[in-house]
């Protein structure tokens, strides 16, 4: 049974919504048994995705097997409603009832923008679910029409990444993917680049990993699943979010751009994000010194909370991907 005597945050929340890369078998799955809130929320996403994955969603969640699970198309949706169950569970145990804590802020990595625009408002639980689905699924195709990679720089600096690309580019695509933190870039591009990178790294003498992606995500050749998004963007409703919500593309919270409605830069800010790095140092950076509140890391995993250790280590997050 769900504990309704949990005593709530007593300042607003800072949420951080996890990416890809986050999901492990079982997720959600302690929070599932103790939260109605919860199952309410993976039985709505089986019923709403119904046979357009190999398997019912909730199964792949808590059961696997994880290269099921860790696919593209499985894992993006999967960790869009494991964060969301985890944060309509916390509402239900804070007291909060259908009411939602005090959100000052939120920012997810990547895919987790989709979690904290929906958390804000900007767009329904099923809508976010829709685009998420059909992303995961954009990118996997995107990324099984050719040959791409990752490739995780550690220990380098965004100047000394930026110097490895241009080492080991040639005439193929090679770019700085995410600067996760400070000393962990990612590379994405060709896997003949990626390969070559690591060697140039080496002579450098930086540690470099493969990453176990499908494909070069966050890089020109993810075209045509950012064209594919960017349709089905212009087809959903997005409202304004209710609390600043960053974007990954300009480390600055959404917001009207003059020319555009917010809505017109949502969308189109979604879609260059498959294109473009992902700048969460940045983006961490500008939240811890322009909010004034506490940072609650949602399910799956505490990966956020790894690399805000390295950003700032007197921030402290609180994860959630288990209930306490």
Not at 37 to 49: M, N, P, Q, V
Not at 289 to 308: D, N, Q, R, W, Y
Request: hydrophobic share 45%.
């Amino acid at each position: 049974m769900p504990d309704s005597t949990l005593t709530p945050p007593s300042s607003p929340l800072l949420l951080l919504c996890p990416g890809q890369g986050a999901q492990a078998v079982g997720m959600g799955k302690a929070w599932l048994e103790r939260s109605p809130e919860a199952r309410a929320t993976f039985e709505a996403a089986d019923r709403l995705l119904g046979s357009r994955l190999p398997m019912p969603l909730s199964q792949a969640c808590f059961a696997g097997p994880a290269e099921t699970l860790n696919r593209t198309d499985i894992s993006q949706p999967a960790i869009y409603v494991t964060s969301v169950a985890c944060w309509r569970a916390l509402n239900a145990q804070w007291g909060f009832g259908t009411g939602e804590a005090n959100v000052a802020a939120a920012a997810g990595l990547s895919l987790g923008e989709y979690t904290a625009l929906h958390l804000s408002g900007a767009f329904s639980f099923e809508d976010g679910l829709e685009l998420v689905t059909l992303r995961g699924r954009a990118m996997q195709d995107a990324a099984e029409s050719q040959s791409g990679g990752m490739l995780a720089l550690i220990g380098a600096d965004d100047a000394q990444a930026e110097e490895v690309c241009t080492a080991a580019r040639e005439s193929e695509v090679l770019v700085c993917a995410n600067f996760n933190a400070p000393g962990q870039v990612v590379l994405s591009g060709r896997k003949s680049a990626c390969e070559r990178a690591a060697k140039v790294a080496s002579e450098r003498g930086l540690r470099s990993s493969m990453l176990a992606v499908a494909g070069a995500f966050h890089s020109p050749l993810m075209a045509p699943a950012a064209d594919r998004l960017r349709e089905a963007l212009a087809k959903t409703p997005i409202r304004e979010p209710r609390c600043p919500v960053v974007s990954n593309v300009t480390a600055r919270p959404h917001a009207a751009d003059g020319s555009r409605a917010i809505d017109a830069t949502i969308r189109d800010l979604l879609a260059r994000q498959l294109t473009s790095p992902v700048r969460w140092a940045a983006s961490c950076q500008w939240l811890l010194a322009s909010v004034k509140a506490e940072p609650h890391e949602l399910a799956p995993g505490t990966t956020l909370a790894g690399l805000m250790r390295r950003i700032d280590r007197s921030a402290k997050v609180i994860s959630h991907d288990q209930p306490q």
